[in-house]
């Protein structure tokens, strides 16, 4: 498997269940620039990282550039308590802001923004250029020298970004290989063939290449197909 949503790609759509703070957002205006910020209140980063969001806001709001803050993978037993867990920590770390925040608890901007670019963690940062295409993907620090590029118009056509971009999607494809690996193993170490043998057929069919994959498939295969005691 590798990254669907990159450089230049179409913006997924903002399909949040709740705006906590600000001005609902339905659809990407083109001819703005847009950093959507995708946080949760289980990330130890994620606070700091809402202040420095904070600051940027503070340091380009006469650019013209729309902050948005998304909390989309929030861990909790309901919704309403995920948002309220979010709402709280809104107040904590950005009193009084003027940021836009957002609240989805359906998976669906999981899925089209962090799992579709292979970012398995927040914070993570989402750069929406003029024409509606994905300028930046990576961490907020960045912005400081990619934002003023981006609002000139040279970003995307930089080698930096490129390599950026590269570097990015090589990690995140490292990670997926690393947790499909956990997955398996943690499986088989208490001899559970069968989500053991899901998650390596879910991950060749993501990922067909990997060696360790079909070498477990074959071995766990065997393992199963064993007559108990």
């Given at each position: 498997?590798?990254?669907?949503?990159?450089?230049?790609?179409?913006?997924?759509?903002?399909?949040?269940?709740?705006?906590?703070?600000?001005?609902?957002?339905?659809?990407?205006?083109?001819?703005?620039?847009?950093?959507?910020?995708?946080?949760?209140?289980?990330?130890?980063?994620?606070?700091?990282?809402?202040?420095?969001?904070?600051?940027?806001?503070?340091?380009?709001?006469?650019?013209?550039?729309?902050?948005?803050?998304?909390?989309?993978?929030?861990?909790?037993?309901?919704?309403?308590?995920?948002?309220?867990?979010?709402?709280?920590?809104?107040?904590?770390?950005?009193?009084?802001?003027?940021?836009?925040?957002?609240?989805?608890?359906?998976?669906?901007?999981?899925?089209?923004?962090?799992?579709?670019?292979?970012?398995?963690?927040?914070?993570?940062t989402f750069v929406v250029d003029r024409d509606g295409s994905i300028a930046f993907i990576g961490d907020l620090v960045m912005l400081q020298d990619?934002?003023?590029?981006?609002?000139?118009?040279?970003?995307?056509?930089?080698?930096?970004?490129?390599?950026?971009?590269?570097?990015?999607?090589?990690?995140?494809?490292?990670?997926?290989?690393?947790?499909?690996?956990?997955?398996?193993?943690?499986?088989?170490?208490?001899?559970?063939?069968?989500?053991?043998?899901?998650?390596?057929?879910?991950?060749?069919?993501?990922?067909?290449?990997?060696?360790?994959?079909?070498?477990?498939?074959?071995?766990?295969?065997?393992?199963?197909?064993?007559?108990?005691?």
């Amino acid at each position: 498997m590798t990254s669907s949503l990159n450089l230049g790609s179409p913006a997924p759509p903002i399909k949040v269940q709740n705006w906590l703070r600000g001005d609902p957002l339905s659809n990407f205006q083109l001819g703005k620039i847009y950093v959507v910020e995708f946080f949760s209140t289980t990330c130890g980063y994620c606070a700091p990282e809402l202040s420095d969001l904070a600051k940027l806001h503070k340091k380009f709001i006469d650019t013209g550039v729309e902050f948005t803050g998304i909390a989309a993978s929030e861990e909790a037993a309901t919704a309403d308590d995920a948002r309220a867990q979010v709402d709280a920590s809104i107040t904590k770390s950005l009193p009084n802001t003027n940021i836009r925040m957002g609240f989805d608890h359906s998976g669906e901007m999981d899925e089209d923004w962090l799992k579709a670019s292979l970012s398995f963690h927040v914070p993570k940062t989402f750069v929406v250029d003029r024409d509606g295409s994905i300028a930046f993907i990576g961490d907020l620090v960045m912005l400081q020298d990619v934002l003023p590029k981006v609002i000139d118009g040279t970003w995307r056509a930089r080698a930096e970004a490129k390599n950026a971009e590269e570097e990015r999607i090589a990690e995140g494809e490292t990670m997926l290989r690393r947790l499909f690996h956990d997955r398996v193993s943690a499986a088989i170490e208490i001899k559970n063939w069968k989500a053991a043998l899901s998650a390596i057929e879910e991950g060749i069919n993501l990922n067909p290449d990997s060696i360790f994959l079909r070498r477990n498939f074959i071995g766990t295969s065997s393992a199963q197909s064993k007559p108990g005691p």
